[in-house]
């Protein structure tokens, strides 16, 4: 069976420092990977997908970046935390699918508070 | 402009009764509806879909109605329970890959013993 983890679960940071989270899909072999944010009152943000090793799609301009070393590794990071980057951040992974949009399998979620 | 509305920030009913979430979009290009369910402090998870060939969708005390004419899709539960009580999220998508699924604010449902 297929597994997805992210960590770590709680993350409280000082504006301006890094970020780095991390995320990592067991039992399935290249997922499409996602992080998405849940910011306070606001539905889920699609923040970057990858189809493949290095391969980066950003959806929204913002502080922060994503990476793809490895098929089921996903980084999601930032060099300089800001304020409005407190949230819920989740990971997600899908089969690739052809035609339609595949179900979404999202991980524990991350809250990040920065102070 | 938010394309997928969930006008009702929360709901609570009654152990056993029906549970109606709602949901408007406005993108008509939309063809492939999700709910999602959501715990405190967890993740997503996938509750019931429909696609835009069909009107009804169900899954032993999920249904999902959807009314392409008046772009709005309904979740009921019947009975409710309390484990029920979660965040409900609605997402539609055009044809194509899951990173166009556009996420509604979501409903919170309190099932009452």
């Known amino acids: 069976s297929q597994t997805i983890h992210q960590w770590p679960a709680t993350l409280v940071q000082p504006v301006g420092s890094p970020l780095s989270l991390e995320c990592t899909v067991e039992?399935?072999?290249?997922?499409?990977l996602y992080w998405y944010r849940q910011a306070a009152g606001r539905g889920l943000q699609l923040l970057f997908y990858?189809?493949?090793?290095?391969?980066i799609s950003s959806e929204v301009p913002q502080n922060l970046s994503a990476s793809r070393p490895q098929d089921r590794q996903f980084i999601l990071s930032s060099k300089k935390l800001l304020l409005s980057d407190s949230g819920f951040y989740l990971c997600?992974?899908?089969?690739?699918?052809?035609?339609?949009?595949?179900?979404?399998?999202f991980g524990e979620g991350s809250r990040l508070t920065v102070l | 402009d938010q394309q997928v509305k969930q006008n009702s920030p929360s709901l609570s009913v009654q152990e056993g009764r029906i549970s109606i979430l709602n949901c408007d979009y406005t993108?008509?290009?939309?063809?492939?509806f999700l709910w999602y369910k959501k715990y405190p402090a967890e993740g997503p998870t996938f509750l019931i879909s429909?696609?835009?060939?069909?009107d009804k969708n169900e899954d032993g005390r999920f249904t999902v109605f959807l009314n392409k004419s008046a772009k709005h899709l309904s979740l009921h539960i019947v009975p409710s329970q309390p484990g029920d009580s979660a965040v409900y999220f609605c997402?539609?998508?055009?044809?194509?890959?899951?990173?166009?699924?556009?996420f509604g604010k979501g409903t919170k449902l309190t099932v009452n013993p």
């Open positions: 997402a539609a998508s055009p044809s194509g890959g899951s990173e166009k699924l556009v």
């Open positions: 429909i696609s835009s060939i069909k």
């Open positions: 990858s189809v493949g090793i290095g391969q």
């Open positions: 997600a992974w899908s089969w690739t699918t052809i035609g339609g949009p595949g179900e979404l399998f």
């Open positions: 039992g399935t072999s290249n997922p499409n």
């Open positions: 993108n008509s290009m939309f063809d492939y």
